[in-house]
Every structure is written in structure tokens, then in C-alpha cells.
């Protein structure tokens, strides 16, 4: 333990210098004062500011948000920030992907246009860790010090049963970015809907104006045209032959939706989708890849409470219904999830 929290101090004082930053058409501000400098403009000149907060390593399923605040906003601002707060101490914190020089580049290269106008991003925030948490930050809970922000209620179930220590990380962040950007809308992929629909709550439960909770969206997944897989910066983690099994838990999410929409209880339907992954299971380890099920579930979308086993499509009435997944591919731990019901009371 004392190893992981001297290591996340030792990111406190890695701050990004100007000189070491790629070279970039975008404006890149790398202080919570410059962007604030930068934000003053916008608001004196009545501009919208669309944001799409990251933590880098990008790839389409990022780049669909930014795609979506370039068409609705007249800037769009994204962020990279590897938020230490969200990673447990045993965690990848110090091996998650940086990959800044290509991330600026796939990003310089997206555009919309708008009428005559062709809209581009217009800054890239990257806030040192320093500038984020001016009282230090340590990923051992019991040993932070300084203001957090904790989700009473909603944190807990979901990934927050296998991740107990995340959300408080995610909502702390966000409401610090939040503060910062001061955004008109800002843009979260349902590829963490229990987080997006968490900062919606956030936005609303403590009155932010930038954004209001209304003008906290969220994205369609972006999924590998072949195989369904959800795009992820940490699929990057997977070696070729765990990436053959890597779609396994998509697969079961679909049969347990299939067989939700044939009206089957919710627990036959998880039952079918976990007889998907044992039956993977079993060709992984053939070709020498270990996969392991940390869960698969039905909660509602409102509360994130579990569904009575026996509930039905019927029985679970209007509220859409959340089937999500978690699961283990060699050491990468892989999420996903598909919303049944009324898609657009969530996804918006
Ligand atoms: P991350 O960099 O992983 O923190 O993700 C930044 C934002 O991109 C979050 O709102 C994610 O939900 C979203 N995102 C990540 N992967 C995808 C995807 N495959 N499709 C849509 N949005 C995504």
C-alpha cells in the first residue's frame, strides 16, 4: 500500500511543462488559469462552449462526442487528464496509455460543418495533476486529504460493487473540471453509463449552471464494425489472441437482451448470457487466454437498484432497463453495456 500512495504523489509533481508539449494547431492550455483567461473570452463573447472531458488516448468512440459538440456548440474544449483519484491503489494508474502526439493529431483532424462554417476544437485543456489537486492526492482513500465529492446512494451498485472507490474519483474530477471549463453542454459516452447518467444526477443534485443537468449528454457506444466490440483506451492492453475473445461479453449482453424482448425473467435472461461467456470461456483457455466474469446485471436506470429476478420486460414498466457487464480478457478488464426500453429517456 505505502508503495501506491508514494506513487501517486510522485504524479503530483508531474506537470507538463510548455516546452515538452507536440506541436499542435489547436491551442493547448495547460493551466486551470490560462483556460480560464481563454473561457473569459467565450463568455464575453456570448459563445457556447460544448466540452468533452477524456483522459486521452483517443479513438472514434472519443471522437463521436467530439463530433457531436462541434455540431452543437460554436467551441468545443477537450480535456486529457488521467484522473489518479479514480484508480484504486492496485490499479493502472501508472500504465494506462499516453499517447498525446497522436491524440492531437486524430483530433486536429476532426471538423463539422455548420452552415458556411467549418467548426474545429478549439482548445485542449491539460491541467497537471498539481493544478487539479492543490492539497495533494493520494489514491488510498483513507489517506486523502482536501475536498472530495461523494454520490450518496448510486455509487455503490454496478461497477461501484467491484470498483468501490471509483465514482467518488469520476464525480471529484468532473466536478473540478466542471468548475474550471464552466461548459454550455459537455458529452459522456453511455459505454460508462453509470457514470454519465451519475454527472447528469451531479449537475442536478448540486444546481450547476455550467452545465445544467439537461445539457449533460450522452453518446451512443462506438463499437468495432467487425465484432461489436466497444472502442476502449484500454483495449490497447490486449494482446492479439485475447482480442479474438474480447467480444464475448457484447455477445452475452445481446442474448440477455434478446431474451428480455421475448419476455423471459430477468434471471433466465442472465443465465443465458453468462452460458455465452463459459461457453468462450472454454475456447479461450484452449488457445492459452484467461477470461473470468466479474458480473453481468440488470439494474434500473433511475435508482441502479438490481431487478427482482423474476421481473419481466413487462413487469420492469417504463423506466428503461440497464444490462451491463464486466469481464476479465487476460489482465484487462473490459466493460460494457446495452440500455433496453426507452432509449431516448437516457441517451440524449
Ligand atoms: P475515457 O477517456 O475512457 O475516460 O473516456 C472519455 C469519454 O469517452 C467518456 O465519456 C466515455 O464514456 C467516452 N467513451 C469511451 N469509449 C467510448 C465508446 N466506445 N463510445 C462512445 N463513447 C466512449
Partial sequence: MRRCVTKAY???HRSMSTSS???SPIPLLTSVASYRRWRQKAFDE???VGFVPTMGALHDGHLSLVQRSLAENELTVLSIFVNPAQFAPHEDLATYPRTLPGDLELLTAQQVTVGEAVRKASAVFLPSVQDMYPSGISQDVSAQK???VEMKGYGHQMEGTSRPTFFRGVVTVV???FNAVQPTNAYFGQKDIQQALLLRRLCKDLLFPHPEADHVHIVATTRDPND???LSSRNAYLSANERKFAPALYKALQYAESAWSNGESKDRCISKAVAVIDEVKVQAAIDGVDMRLDYIEMNDSE?????DASSNHQLAGDIPVILSGALWVGKTRLIDNIVVG???RIIR
Avoid at 303 to 307: I, N, R
Wanted: cysteine-free; aromatic content about 12%.
Fill in 146 to 148: 482536501g475536498a472530495f
Fill in 228 to 230: 461489436g466490440l466497444a
Fill in 21 to 23: 508539449l507536440p506541436p
Fill in 342 to 344: 426507452d432509449l431516448k
Fill in 10 to 12: 510522485i504524479f503530483l
Fill in 46 to 48: 456570448g459563445k457556447s
Fill in 175 to 177: 466536478t473540478k473540471l
Fill in 303 to 307: 435508482t441502479f437498484d438490481v431487478l
